[in-house]
């Protein structure tokens, strides 16, 4: 959400999406956030990823809520890298620039 190209998206979009400071998911449909484009990134990835689907039954204002629990105590349970890890090639693709 800080490259110039992810600045530039964000001028055309609502304020509501301007001013937030969570994760975005832009697909071609839709823009999610929080809860929903966790769930959606989740079932899109390899692995066992795809069982969190069953969260969408849960009302999104209470995915939400739970959302920023973690998100506020993320770095207390897990841990703070001093730096980011470089994406490889692949993975650079996936990304605004």
Do not use: H
């Not at 964000?10 to 969570?22: E, G, M, Y």
């Not at 769930?39 to 209470?62: D, E």
């Not at 994406?87 to 990304?95: A, C, G, I, Q, S």
């Amino acid at each position: 959400m800080q490259s110039e190209a992810a600045k530039t998206f964000l001028k055309t979009q609502s304020v509501a999406i301007q001013n937030t400071d969570s994760i975005m998911l832009v697909t071609d449909l839709a823009i999610y956030s929080k809860s929903t484009a966790v769930l959606k990134i989740a079932t899109q990835v390899k692995g066992f990823w795809f069982l969190m689907a069953a969260f969408y039954i849960i009302p999104t204002s209470f995915r939400d809520t739970l959302y920023s629990i973690i998100a506020k105590r993320r770095y207390i349970w897990f841990g703070k890298l001093d730096s980011c890890r470089i994406p490889t090639n692949v993975e650079k693709n996936r990304f605004l620039v």
